[in-house]
């Protein structure tokens, strides 16, 4: 491993960030890290693949931002209005991260954020949504200084390969259990 010795830009280079994981707050996590760089005056783009709809309440806050802020941030609903699984999917929803994904691409390889998170790309590419090795192309020729964060369940083996940082996050006890339904303010 490198240290600042031989790498003077060490804190300054992007890498690429995994959160996956069957326990809750993949997505809560990289939203924390977004606004964490809006703080650092970081330009950031969120695209929320295979779930739509706006009846979350972090783009509820987003919108809220100051305009200074807002200029920095720009999020992406790649989805229809449900959550996309294997015994649900259409042609529409792929056209719909489709979309979300080229216009992902295009803001990485044109260096127009300086974070970019893909908000349940593993589990569009487990759906075979995006493909795997489009997404390999993608991260292994990013501009060195984007930091890409991808979070979803089931992350791809080569996907984990490539990455810099992968946290898995696994349920040790959840009131799902017990039968409490998502609250708004908590899980939407």
Do not use: C
Not at 29 to 51: E, P, Q
Not at 134 to 147: G, Q, R, S
Not at 158 to 181: F, M
């Amino acid at each position: 491993m490198q240290d600042k010795l031989h790498n003077p830009n060490f804190d300054q280079i992007g890498y690429i960030q995994v959160y996956t994981g069957e326990g809750k707050g993949k997505t809560t996590a990289s939203l924390g890290l977004a606004l964490r760089a809006l703080g650092r005056d970081w330009s950031v783009l969120v695209v929320m693949f295979t779930k739509g709809g706006n009846n979350y309440g972090e783009l509820a806050s987003f919108q809220n931002l100051t305009p200074h802020i807002k200029n920095k941030f720009k999020i992406i609903n790649a989805g229809l209005d449900r959550i996309v699984y294997k015994n649900n999917q259409n042609e529409k929803d792929r056209e719909e991260i489709q979309k979300g994904w080229q216009y992902a691409k295009n803001a990485i390889k044109n260096e127009e954020f300086q974070l970019v998170i893909l908000d349940e790309a593993n589990i569009a590419i487990e759906l075979g949504l995006i493909d795997i090795e489009e997404m390999l192309d993608t991260l292994k020729n990013k501009p060195k200084n984007i930091e890409v964060v991808l979070t979803g369940r089931n992350a791809h083996p080569k996907i984990i390969e490539i990455a810099h940082l992968v946290s898995e996050i696994k349920p040790i006890k959840h009131y799902w259990d017990i039968g409490i339904q998502a609250r708004e303010g908590i899980e939407y």
